[in-house]
């Protein structure tokens, strides 16, 4: 199971989604070189060190023995070299002892990282979600004690929302925190699915809990965020006696087996509030939304790994004779349907990895650019995209790895190739961190109304330009004909969102997230070409070629889709379990 990290695929998106503008703008110190090495020495360290412990990790797994877990065989090692070569500090601010470089880089950084690995990815993942919440709302304590540790990574973090009673809906959440009367707190309850919630590889664990006080009010209003840690942490910030919060069990799980899936027991640990009050699921929220930027970039990750294998697998097996070239018996390349089916997972990659860099780039215009004006269309623009980059991008991974079991054929399906576990791998992503359902009724019910509508069809304008600069080119006015008709396709359904809203539009929310992610997609890779139009390298000039595919394959569909969101809401309402049953 080879893996190379597609260092050269990621520089040229970063430089189509306007990256290079922003490091121009904002990050003057940084060069093109800089980049380069940062990009070069990240795809040495996951091709050499962390994809190497992908097959051992899924085969072995994380251990939960005597009340403690054991990382899978050598992600001890490797996290510890992670830290030392300075990627988990890669974006963070350097007055906590980050790097100050830009969210798109290292989010380019963290497509290889789950590419190689994507059970050992989930580790720093949700730290850097943590650095995040903690970054806008810790306390002056958290931030001189905890966030240093954090953006080092020799601590690690993780998020605490579920609980057995209480997934999507946390109005039901029921874990405890009772004030200790030294202005501190004492967590009870239990906590589950905690992604890397106890291990060995670091020196300690923080843990941002949602918990209630007693006298909170009911649901959501009565949510505070709460830190506490594996061991606790002094006032000069070195590490203190064991706390009182404890590993249950370890999931057993379809896939990422090298990532321990906790139940966390707490028992009376201490604990301090992080920002205000029942105020805990707004302050979550921000690490939630970084996570879900992350898990949009790991579908991306585990569908480059699937695609890698599986177009390496269709030069290496032969069957039958190839339709073009007449050899025989030839690599299963050379049929077109497999052909049609790795170029198609090539495109959808290569737009959801754009999609992704985008709302990184808009990230930190939010913060950086010059105007409040250019700030706020940055964040608007920003939380627009953020439930399709999740949700798309997921679903995408998921496509990809299951379109790589089909190219093996029936030796996708034995264990051994290491095609299924791509296939299992990806299958948490469109679950965890919201739901893609969930992120497409975020979408209708909150991002496409924002400014009565103004934030996606300015997008849609944007759009609709760089379809009509396509027409204007011979080789790809297929291209921008597909385009405008997919951008005049989401107009359509944005307008009967905006004018229908409530159970209709909830309804209609996973169409329109997938008509969404298509269109925006099919602009990703017509800039693409447009960028490596005229250009002699057939590397570059494989951009056009894709972005044709995408065009014939995907947003000829975008129509039907349209007619899907405007069309299908009536029969889900009126529909009846027992219609349905056999």
């Known amino acids: 199971m080879t893996f190379r990290a597609p260092v050269r695929d990621l520089a040229f998106a970063l430089s189509t989604v306007g990256h290079d503008g922003l490091v121009k703008r904002a990050f003057p110190d940084l060069d093109h070189d800089t980049i380069m090495a940062v990009l070069e020495g990240a795809g040495a360290f996951t091709t050499d060190v962390l994809a190497p412990l992908n097959r051992r990790g899924d085969l072995e797994g994380a251990r939960y023995e005597n009340g403690a877990v054991t990382a899978a065989p050598g992600f001890a090692d490797a996290y510890r070299q992670f830290v030392e070569q300075g990627w988990n500090s890669l974006s963070a601010d350097p007055e906590h002892g980050g790097q100050g470089l830009t969210k798109a880089m290292e989010l380019a950084v963290f497509e290889m990282v789950h590419a190689a690995n994507m059970a050992f990815g989930l580790c720093p993942m949700l730290t850097q979600a943590a650095i995040e919440a903690l970054t806008l709302h810790g306390t002056e304590r958290q931030k001189k004690l905890v966030l240093p540790k954090l953006v080092s990574g020799e601590w690690t973090g993780t998020m605490n929302l579920t609980e057995p009673q209480a997934g999507t809906d946390l109005a039901a959440l029921t874990t405890r925190a009772d004030p200790d009367g030294n202005g501190g707190y004492r967590l009870t309850g239990q906590k589950i699915f905690i992604t890397w919630g106890d291990h060995d590889a670091a020196d300690n664990i923080v843990h941002l809990v949602l918990a209630r006080t007693p006298d909170a009010p009911p649901g959501v209003k009565g949510i505070s965020l709460f830190l506490t840690s594996k061991f606790e942490v002094k006032d000069d910030g070195s590490i203190g006696s064991r706390n009182d919060v404890r590993p249950g069990s370890i999931e057993h799980k379809l896939?990422?087996?090298?990532?321990?899936?906790?139940?966390?027991?707490?028992?009376?640990?201490?604990?301090?509030?992080?920002?205000?009050?029942?105020?805990?699921?707004?302050?979550?929220?921000?690490?939630?939304?970084?996570?879900?930027?992350?898990?949009?970039?790991?579908?991306?990750?585990?569908?480059?790994?699937?695609?890698?294998?599986?177009?390496?697998?269709?030069?290496?097996?032969?069957?039958?004779?190839?339709?073009?070239?007449?050899?025989?018996?030839?690599?299963?390349?050379?049929?077109?349907?497999?052909?049609?089916?790795?170029?198609?997972?090539?495109?959808?990659?290569?737009?959801?990895?754009?999609?992704?860099?985008?709302?990184?780039?808009?990230?930190?215009?939010?913060?950086?650019?010059?105007?409040?004006?250019?700030?706020?269309?940055?964040?608007?623009?920003?939380?627009?995209?953020?439930?399709?980059?999740?949700?798309?991008?997921?679903?995408?991974?998921?496509?990809?790895?299951?379109?790589?079991?089909?190219?093996?054929?029936?030796?996708?399906?034995?264990?051994?190739?290491?095609?299924?576990?791509?296939?299992?791998?990806?299958?948490?992503?469109?679950?965890?961190?919201?739901?893609?359902?969930?992120?497409?009724?975020?979408?209708?019910?909150?991002?496409?109304?924002?400014?009565?509508?103004?934030?996606?069809?300015?997008?849609?304008?944007?759009?609709?330009?760089?379809?009509?600069?396509?027409?204007?080119?011979?080789?790809?006015?297929?291209?921008?004909?597909?385009?405008?008709?997919?951008?005049?396709?989401?107009?359509?359904?944005?307008?009967?969102?905006?004018?229908?809203?409530?159970?209709?539009?909830?309804?209609?929310?996973?169409?329109?997230?997938?008509?969404?992610?298509?269109?925006?997609?099919?602009?990703?890779?017509?800039?693409?070409?447009?960028?490596?139009?005229?250009?002699?390298?057939?590397?570059?000039?494989?951009?056009?070629?894709?972005?044709?595919?995408?065009?014939?394959?995907?947003?000829?569909?975008?129509?039907?889709?349209?007619?899907?969101?405007?069309?299908?809401?009536?029969?889900?309402?009126?529909?009846?379990?027992?219609?349905?049953?056999?």
């Open 255 to 582: 896939g990422i087996h090298g990532s321990p899936t906790c139940v966390m027991l707490y028992e009376g640990a201490k604990a301090e509030l992080v920002g205000q009050l029942n105020q805990g699921l707004a302050h979550m929220f921000v690490m939630m939304n970084a996570a879900r930027l992350q898990v949009g970039v790991e579908g991306v990750g585990i569908a480059e790994r699937a695609f890698q294998q599986a177009l390496h697998f269709s030069q290496e097996r032969r069957q039958g004779r190839a339709v073009w070239s007449g050899e025989y018996p030839a690599p299963i390349w050379g049929h077109p349907d497999v052909r049609r089916m790795l170029m198609l997972s090539k495109a959808k990659i290569e737009a959801a990895r754009g999609i992704c860099l985008t709302t990184g780039v808009l990230s930190d215009l939010a913060r950086l650019a010059e105007s409040e004006e250019e700030r706020a269309a940055a964040k608007a623009r920003q939380e627009l995209l953020t439930p399709i980059a999740k949700a798309w991008s997921t679903d995408v991974g998921v496509e990809v790895a299951s379109l790589g079991v089909q190219v093996h054929g029936g030796m996708g399906f034995i264990e051994e190739t290491g095609a299924a576990q791509h296939y299992r791998d990806a299958r948490i992503a469109p679950i965890y961190e919201g739901t893609n359902g969930v992120q497409a009724i975020d979408l209708v019910g909150r991002k496409v109304p924002m400014g009565q509508g103004s934030v996606m069809r300015g997008l849609c304008a944007e759009m609709a330009l760089t379809a009509q600069t396509l027409t204007e080119s011979a080789e790809l006015a297929r291209v921008g004909r597909r385009l405008a008709a997919g951008v005049a396709a989401l107009e359509r359904a944005t307008d009967w969102i905006l004018a229908n809203g409530g159970p209709p539009a909830l309804a209609a929310a996973t169409p329109f997230l997938k008509l969404s992610g298509d269109v925006i997609g099919g602009w990703i890779l017509a800039k693409q070409a447009i960028a490596a139009a005229g250009s002699e390298d057939p590397w570059l000039q494989g951009k056009a070629a894709l972005a044709r595919v995408y065009a014939a394959q995907v947003l000829s569909t975008a129509s039907g889709l349209a007619d899907a969101v405007c069309e299908g809401a009536e029969d889900l309402e009126a529909a009846q379990p027992m219609a349905l049953a056999g």
